[in-house]
């Protein structure tokens, strides 16, 4: 059975660079931030080209303490997306604020910009487009507008590290940038983790506050803070999976290379690669009618799936109260109804993209 991703071969193939780092923080009993973290810190937000990191213990508590930076809270209105991972909205309810969404583009599966300036009323203060499936939105019409009406833009990059648009990464074009080091994620801790990279020193400096108690020193809380602190170990692991994440994404990108010229000829919609945008591949997506039936052939030949995501946040039951109803988001509901996640992971074998291409191809047979 190929799995949908393989976290255990890529241990392996960095096992003795991730077993030395472990056991020094075991030895430096560094367990909570720590030196490790710093430093991934420096490293990632250079790697995002940003000015500041600041770790977190998840990309969800990224998000809610990027939007509090923001100034959000009860009354305020955060224009998003329907079709994301769930978290992105939960996050915005963290606040006290209230998601208001837009549809996609059918293309990139990300924010359309043409719908935002509808949506926006004097309550709006923050624009937070999605990187779905590792393709960053169209940033520059979206910047454009946030500057236009004076809005704060926070990019969800949990599925996005390394991904550019126009040679810039995501994270670094935003006012802020929230990632997830959650272990099925391009980059991902052994553990849970996220990350906020952002230019502005202040945004920095309250959410290094905020993730630890709203102390500025300690025992000095000025803020009303949290424990959303990210653990020295997952710092250390995360330092060495950094080191490899270009190659990673390289191995990712030209499997979906292969994947996308093997699977011309059935004429299924395949993930397309924006001009200008550098996809970076977390999922791996198809669009088809019938789900159910090709998920069960997948499986008989022998390859894992998955759907990302089946349910558009607009018709969650945890979300009803936003008072949404089928049809608002047309383009989001017809993904997520269609939507099938081919296996995607640096270590797919060419054997097994072949594998994986026979058996889309005896789905396609019926
Ligand atoms: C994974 C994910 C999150 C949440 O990250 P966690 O680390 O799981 O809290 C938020 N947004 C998107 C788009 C994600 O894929």
């Known amino acids: 059975m190929i799995p949908f991703v393989d976290l255990k071969a890529q241990y392996h193939s960095i096992k003795s660079e991730v077993d030395a780092a472990v056991l020094g923080v075991l030895e430096s009993t560094a367990f909570v931030l720590g030196g490790e973290v710093k430093q991934f810190e420096e490293e990632f937000a250079r790697y995002s080209s940003a000015k500041f990191g600041i770790g977190v213990n998840s990309g969800t508590s990224a998000l809610h303490l990027a939007l509090l930076a923001a100034g959000v809270g009860p009354g305020d209105e955060v224009i998003t997306v329907s079709m994301t991972f769930v978290a992105t909205v939960a996050a915005i309810g963290y606040t006290g604020a209230r998601p208001v969404f837009v549809d996609v583009d059918p293309v990139s599966y990300t924010m359309d910009p043409a719908l935002i300036e509808a949506v926006i009323t004097p309550r709006t203060k923050v624009i937070l487009p999605v990187h779905l499936y590792g393709q960053m939105a169209d940033m520059d019409p979206i910047m454009e507008i946030a500057r236009r009406h004076n809005l704060v833009v926070i990019e969800d990059a949990a599925q996005a590290h390394g991904a550019e648009y126009k040679g810039r990464r995501a994270g670094s074009i935003g006012d802020l940038g929230c990632f997830s080091f959650y272990p099925g994620k391009n980059l991902?801790?052994?553990?849970?983790g996220g990350m906020v990279v952002t230019d502005n020193p202040e945004y920095t400096r309250v959410i290094r506050m905020l993730r630890d108690w709203g102390a500025e020193k300690k025992y000095e809380h000025v803020l009303k803070g949290y424990n959303y602190r990210l653990e020295?170990?997952?710092?250390?692991?995360?330092?060495?999976?950094?080191?490899?994440?270009e190659d990673w994404t390289e191995a990712r990108r030209a499997h979906a290379h292969r994947l996308n010229a093997l699977l011309a000829e059935t004429g299924l919609k395949l993930p397309e690669e924006v001009a200008g945008r550098r996809h970076v591949y977390h999922v791996y997506g198809l669009q088809v009618d019938e789900r159910p039936r090709w998920q069960q052939t997948l499986q008989e030949q022998g390859v894992s799936s998955g759907i990302h995501y089946p349910i558009p946040v607009h018709l969650l039951p945890a979300h009803a109260d936003l008072g949404y109803k089928k049809g608002d988001f047309p383009v989001s509901e017809q993904i997520a109804s269609r939507e099938l996640s081919l296996p995607m992971f640096a270590e797919l074998t060419e054997e097994q993209i072949d594998q994986i291409v026979a058996a889309v191809k005896a789905c396609v047979k019926g």
């Open 188 to 192: 991902g801790a052994y553990g849970e």
């Open 232 to 245: 020295g170990i997952q710092g250390a692991i995360l330092r060495v999976k950094l080191r490899h994440l």
